[in-house]
T-cell receptor
Framework: KQEVTQIPAALSVPEGENLVLNCSFT??????LQWFRQDPGKGLTSLLL?????REQTSGRLNASLDKSSGRSTLYIAASQPGDSATYLC?????????FGKGNQVVVIP | GAVVSQHPSRVICKSGTSVKIECRSL??????MFWYRQFPKQSLMLMAT?????????EQGVEKDKFLINHASLTLSTLTVTSAHPEDSSFYIC???????????FGPGTRLLVL
């Protein structure tokens, strides 16, 4: 069974600092990996999707890397802003299902 | 991007009653729909997967007679929580995927509170 772990569970950073969020998974036989954003009481917004054959994806201030062999992904958010405050979920797709981590809860302090 | 809606967004009900949650794909045909539940500060846990016109496939530990799923059309799936109890209080999220799509599109979720 795929296990997805996200570290740290929660973090607070001052505005302007770069954010580094880590995700690890136990079964490297994945089809793709996705990072989502979830605001309190809301659904999921897809941020980046990395195919298993890719090493990274970038969108604006966001960059996600994937090391499938070691079962790790990192989400970088450059120059954080208060609007980046949210929970970030990592999910891996394999065996015809998405397996989610518990999330990284981020607070960016103005 | 593809849009998935859920209704209602929030529902409060008495213990013992049944609650129906709708999930709709607004601009694409969803051949597969997924139902998740999420407890505070926890992962999304897959409850069941349904393909249009077929019976849902439930995850281990999920009672199919309690959580009734219907996927009668390519744009609508419903989850009915029967005889709801306070421990069923949770955030329920659906997602949908079209034919030949690899991405699931998520709905905004439904907050269920059972008193």
């Amino acid at each position: 069974k795929q296990e997805v772990t996200q570290i740290p569970a929660a973090l607070s950073v001052p505005e302007g600092e770069n954010l580094v969020l880590n995700c690890s998974f136990t079964d490297s036989a994945i089809y793709n990996l996705q990072w989502f954003r979830q605001d309190p009481g809301k659904g999921l917004t897809s941020l980046l999707l990395i195919q298993s054959s890719q090493r990274e994806q970038t969108s604006g201030r966001l960059n996600a890397s994937l090391d499938k062999s070691s079962g790790r992904s990192t989400l970088y958010i450059a120059a954080s802003q208060p609007g980046d405050s949210a929970t970030y979920l990592c999910a891996v797709y394999g065996n015809n299902r998405l397996a989610f981590g518990k999330g990284n809860q981020v607070v960016v302090i103005p | 991007g593809a849009v998935v809606s859920q209704h209602p967004s929030r529902v409060i009900c008495k213990s013992g009653t049944s609650v129906k949650i709708e999930c709709r794909s607004l601009d694409f045909q969803a051949t597969t729909m997924f139902w998740y539940r999420q407890f505070p500060k926890q992962s999304l846990m897959l409850m069941a997967t349904s393909n249009e016109g077929s019976k849902a496939t439930y995850e281990q530990g999920v009672e199919k007679d309690k959580f009734l799923i219907n996927h009668a059309s390519l744009t609508l799936s419903t989850l009915t929580v029967t005889s709801a109890h306070p421990e069923d209080s949770s955030f329920y999220i659906c997602s949908a995927r079209g034919r030949n799509q690899e991405t699931q599109y998520f709905g905004p979720g439904t907050r269920l509170l059972v008193l």
